[in-house]
């Protein structure tokens, strides 16, 4: 968080990025998988693995970020929560779709994702999405209506 404000500042985008020391979930508090390997790579993850060690973090849901920025309308939302994007996205209700132009998200392998992937592409299809699979990246955006 220190780094991502640090280059916020440096690169004179204060005025335009404000910096959340949250993550998306649900709101309350999340749990994170966190493994420090050599140096000073960080591997985080929503999904338990032997090696990690199991880190609590702040939360919000989508819904309340959105909100609490009044964010009515988004052009691009990235998600990369390393194997909670399945949840973010399945659960977002419509009226936040309806605020977001584009959706673009890494997928991870963990148990059972084929079957969360699939619910989350019928979600999003659902929701007025076109939709693009391209190796591990999804992309979705609202077709240009004529």
Known sequence: FALLTRNVDENGFGDRITAVRKAVGES???VLNVQQLDGEEVHVSAYWYPEAE????????LTDLLDAHDLDSVDLL???REGGEYDIL???????FERI???AFEYHEV???ESKLRHVLSRLSSAGYAIRRDRKVVSAW???QS
């Open 28 to 30: 309350g508090e999340t």
């Open 54 to 61: 199991r880190r609590s973090l702040p939360s919000v849901s």
């Open 78 to 80: 990235k998600v990369d």
């Open 90 to 96: 399945f659960s977002a209700p419509d009226d936040v």
């Open 101 to 103: 132009h584009n959706i």
């Open 111 to 113: 148990d059972g994702f």
């Open 142 to 144: 609202r077709p240009v």
